[in-house]
């Protein structure tokens, strides 16, 4: 169950690139067009596939072989020293922790009563930074964290 997991928590991550680079983009965009249904739609996809990995990703940091086995088998001291297990313990789901979060506060913008230009400007602000997050934390397979495994 842990490998399926694995490659849907990978494959979903381009998913959440994808969404989420349409709703930046619809936002940058915007100007002084009403922020209409199809900008809150982009949004909430975007913050409902991160959510949905963001809850694999939990299980698969406590019940897998890197996360909190890690920690607890060799110790905080041994996984900060080793880059594979630091990113993947420690970097990795904080990173994506703090991305959501960003998500979530972007998407929040887009129920508030303010005027749409300011509404477009704050979700453009809080996704294009979530996406930021994202990309730096994924393990690509050419960083060290990433090596060995494929792009999808």
Not at 8 to 22: A, Q
Not at 89 to 94: F, Q, R, Y
Not at 142 to 151: E, H, P
């Amino acid at each position: 169950m842990y490998i399926g997991l694995l490659h849907l928590h990978s494959f979903l991550r381009w998913v959440i690139i994808l969404l989420l680079l349409i709703a930046f983009f619809r936002a940058l965009t915007a100007g002084n067009r009403p922020f209409n249904s199809g900008d809150r739609k982009a949004g909430l996809f975007a913050m409902i596939a991160c959510d949905i990995t963001l809850l694999i990703g939990f299980y698969q940091w406590f019940t897998g072989p890197y996360g909190f086995n890690t920690i607890k088998n060799l110790g905080m001291k041994t996984v900060m020293a080793d880059k594979v297990y630091r990113f993947f313990a420690v970097e990795h789901i904080t990173g994506m922790i703090i991305a959501i979060a960003l998500v979530h506060i972007g998407k929040s913008f887009a129920k508030k009563s303010i005027p749409d230009v300011s509404k477009h400007k704050k979700t453009a602000l809080f996704f294009g930074l979530a996406l930021l997050i994202i990309l730096i934390s994924i393990p690509w397979p050419f960083r060290v964290a990433g090596a060995g495994r494929g792009w999808f």
